[in-house]
């Protein structure tokens, strides 16, 4: 569909098509097979556009298909988003890295090694975090290899992430204003009748007061 990601529905598919085998035929075969009834709408009417066998190797329906549905305007928007990076004010770090990754996802076709992805993360963090970083590294983060300057930040963003959900599931005290309907309504007829009863009792006492006036 218009709204999916090209590269993963290419994924989705060819997992599929691995869990059949059949005997005596190749794999791409099955895939060239098939591939046209995971399509729908302009997809499909892009895959039948080919007349005949124009396209006789899977490797040919892949590369027509993700130049349809992933053209290079797409790769220089995406990369341009990755090396823009950087973390809002508002986000922890592990929020931050999962960000981070899912732009990376978006555009598989970056051609950022890993080295330069950890170059490009670790700028975009805000001062804060990088301290945190450097710190946890007895120094500046990046004088340490790729391996263990990734090691650290799994760390930290590990860390990150189970006092967020411990932050979460902390029980909170509940004062009257945080109670809930129910019980507010509860209080607060407990408090009319005390009220009430208040009352009632200023009033059985006035007969007398008004003899002994």
């Given amino acids: 569909m218009p709204n999916e990601d090209p590269y993963a529905h290419l994924t989705t598919y060819i997992e599929i098509c691995n869990t059949m085998k059949i005997v005596n035929v190749p794999e791409d075969a099955v895939r060239l097979s098939l591939f046209s009834f995971s399509l729908a709408g302009e997809a499909k009417r892009l895959l039948h556009s080919f007349k005949g066998n124009s396209l006789k190797t899977w490797e040919e329906v892949v590369e027509t298909f993700l130049k349809k549905y992933f053209p290079e305007s797409k790769t220089v928007e995406g990369k341009a988003a990755i090396s823009s ?34 170059n490009i993360f670790i700028d975009g963090l805000k001062p ?28 930290m963003a590990a860390s990150d992430h189970a006092i967020l959900h411990d932050r979460t599931h902390v029980p909170m005290k509940r004062s009257l204003l945080e109670l809930s309907s129910q019980d507010a309504l509860l209080a607060q007829n407990k408090l009319l009748a005390k009220q009430l009863e208040s009352l009632t009792e200023t009033l059985s006492k006035l007969p007398t007061q008004l003899q002994e006036t």
């Fill in 85 to 118: 990076f950087h973390q809002f004010p508002d986000e922890s770090f592990s929020e931050a890295l999962e960000r981070f990754r899912s732009l990376l996802r978006k555009t598989p076709t970056h051609g950022f090694f890993e080295p330069i992805q950890l």
């Fill in 128 to 155: 804060q975090s990088k301290q945190l970083l450097d710190a946890s590294a007895g120094g500046k983060i990046k004088l340490k290899t790729p391996e263990e300057a990734m090691e650290l930040v799994e760390h």
